[in-house]
């Protein structure tokens, strides 16, 4: 069911802007595709080695690089440059607002290849560059389901269509917390262990709700209504026949989902006239949290009858 | 069973069809989907179809699972041909 994409493909130009860096020279080469996460700084190249070159990541050329270029004849300048310079090569970026030798400017025109330039710090840019990367990058899919950032808990509200999921997120995000995605959400993988939710750019802010239609979120409950973004850190799935399965009455074990390639804890609530879901979903997010600080109720509630029988058998 | 289309209106996949296709599907008990460009969306859910943005000239793949999956799969093409969102042999079923 669940297809595996790649959140977007990306460009240099798209860097370009999400970066605000400085075009030097390349210009035709912009649009050259973005296909490695990982950066590569390559000194041990201009020092002659190429054995290890990773020509297809985008090359981050900083302080060191260049001093030690400078230290290069310029037949040694001359060849190593131009060796950087391959058919998968994205781009060159410089930090520090250097000065770019003009043989990086004459290879980027002739291979088109762009070189880029920052006015940050090394370390810095390739964070930014790299953060970047691994969103646009990441591994990617969609869920149908609602996703609302409860208490500061992602959570991912599934089940069948018809259901009242909207409903629910509707309750909660009356009550102050915030919607991200109904009814599609785009999940992305920003590292394994941590997965990321957000809409699709078209239905971003608008919720449909049977019977009224569709709701502007931000209109009727403000801009703090809705979430650009959200980590799923728990999946409540709403059922309806009560005698599907067994639930988990006392919430010792914790289920799990996995998604992409991530394992989310996972939750399911019979839904049964008179319950109310939006509270059922609150307690769910705040034992969720609870649980990552280290509390977890069900266990103390068994130990605490453990510990009593235990008494009780020793007084005997 | 899973039947593929090609979105021929210019408006693409446009509000007021896409309502009729989602409430025709939502008659069915089957478990309908719609594949966009690798992404999969509930067939019942207005915003699911809306957020994938179909244009002209799209293939989509409508997927039904369940008891009355072919009757649910007519349905929906006869809907979208009616609404003129797909033309063709692609809705002769």
């Not at chain 1, 050329?61 to 058919?87: A, H, M, P, W």
């Not at chain 1, 964070?127 to 992602?154: I, K, P």
């Not at chain 1, 590292?191 to 239905?203: D, F, H, R, T, Y």
Request: charged letters at 30%; one cysteine or more; aromatic letters at 6%.
């Amino acid at each position: 069911m669940m297809e595996m994409l790649r959140m977007n493909d990306i460009k240099v130009k798209d860097l370009i802007d999400e970066l605000q860096l400085e075009v030097i020279a390349g210009k035709d080469g912009i649009n050259r595709w973005i296909t490695s996460k990982m950066l590569s700084r390559p000194g041990i190249e201009l020092a002659g080695l190429f054995d290890f070159y990773e020509e297809d990541r985008i090359q981050i050329i900083g302080s060191k690089e260049v001093t030690f270029f400078n230290r290069l004849n310029e037949d040694e300048q001359e060849k190593r440059v131009e060796q950087l310079f391959k058919e998968k090569t994205p781009c060159f970026i410089f930090s520090n607002h250097f000065d770019i030798p003009q043989v990086f400017l004459n290879n980027a025109d002739k291979y088109q290849i762009p070189i880029l330039r920052s006015d940050k710090h090394t370390t810095p840019l390739m964070t930014d560059v790299q953060t970047y990367l691994a969103e646009e990058l990441a591994d990617s899919t969609n869920m149908h389901g609602v996703l609302v950032d409860v208490h500061g808990v992602g959570v991912l509200i599934r089940g069948k269509s018809g259901i009242g999921k909207s409903e629910a997120a509707l309750e909660l995000v009356k009550r102050g917390h915030k919607l991200i995605a109904d009814d599609n959400v785009i999940i992305y993988e920003k590292e394994i262990g941590k997965l990321v939710g957000k809409s699709p750019k078209l239905i971003q802010k608008y919720m449909e709700i049977r019977g009224i239609g569709i709701v502007d979120v931000v209109q009727m409950f403000g801009a703090g209504a809705i979430r650009h973004k959200k980590e799923i850190t728990l999946v409540v799935n709403l059922e309806i026949e009560p005698n599907s399965h067994e639930y988990d009455r006392l919430g010792v074990e914790e289920a799990k989902i996995k998604i992409l390639n991530t394992e989310v804890p996972f939750i399911t609530i019979p839904i049964r006239p008179g319950r109310n879901l939006a509270t059922l979903i609150e307690v769910a997010a705040i034992n969720r949290r609870l649980r990552y600080m280290g509390l977890n109720t069900a266990q103390q509630f068994i130990d605490n009858f453990n510990e009593y029988i235990q008494k009780k058998e020793e007084n005997k | 069973m899973e039947k593929k289309f090609i979105v021929t209106d210019e408006a693409g996949l446009h509000a007021r069809p896409a309502t009729k296709v989602v409430n025709a599907a939502s008659r069915y008990s089957s478990e309908l989907t719609l594949k966009y460009k690798g992404r999969e969306v509930n067939l019942k859910s207005i915003m699911g179809v809306m957020s994938l943005g179909i244009g002209q000239g799209s293939e989509i793949f409508i997927n039904a699972k369940g008891e009355d999956e072919e009757e649910a799969l007519v349905a929906i093409a006869h809907e979208l041909r009616d609404q003129g969102i797909c033309t063709g042999p692609d809705t002769n079923i």
